[in-house]
């Protein structure tokens, strides 16, 4: 039940995402994309991922797009959840590196725990042979544990970091990212810049919900 909800938030998630990006989708992944090629690799697997900064093949983009968004509803409906999943990381991975120039840590964990999802099946305990249902609960379970970990591992890292500065001890990194329009809203911005208390309090959860994250 937990690996079913958690595909369908991330599916549900990426789904509006798309369905949001779709007015500037030509602009985003176009063949006149205002984002230039990353530096060439060597790498098969990134090539494969990699297909909308080819340019002869950039002019393919509203395929990705349709794709990724048929594959995620196919994958809300259908079962097959596992090879479902693939081709919704195939999709999404060329559209994500299309525009890395503008993506952020949040979007990039979650397209790596799409992948370790790729490995999750909600339904391993009905495997009919025993043999494979215990290299199906194995492979489930390890790619549950491996989502968790990256998780744990980024924030308790970002946690670290955190603690070693001075602006979220003190309480006052919440009160930077107001001035931000990038993140912030100019009413909300009028409304809590002169309270201090809130500003400390906010920006202290902040910090404490991530120190908690291991545990």
Known sequence: NNIRLFRKAILIFLLCNTLLLLSYSETLYGAHSYFLPFEKHNNI?????NILETPHLASYWKIF???QIISIIACLFLPYKRVLTF????????????TIPIQNAGFNLLV???FMLIFMDENASHTQSSFWKTINITVTNFA?????????????????????GNTWLDGTA???????????????KELLISNGFL???I??????FQLLFPV
Do not use: C
């Not at 549950?144 to 070693?164: D, G």
């Not at 919440?174 to 100019?186: E, I």
């Not at 920006?203 to 404490?208: I, N, Q």
């Open 199 to 201: 500003i400390h309090t």
């Open 87 to 98: 081709f919704v990381y195939f999709f999404t991975m060329n559209l994500y590196h299309k």
């Open 144 to 164: 549950v544990w491996a989502a968790r970990f990256q998780v744990i591992i980024l924030y308790a890292v970002a946690s670290y970091f955190k603690l070693e």
């Open 112 to 114: 790596m725990v799409l």
């Open 203 to 208: 920006t202290w959860f902040s910090l404490v």
């Open 45 to 49: 697997i990134l090539d494969f991922l």
């Open 174 to 188: 919440f009160y930077y990212v107001l001035y931000n329009d990038t993140y912030s809203h100019p009413w909300f």
């Open 65 to 67: 797009v349709a794709g």
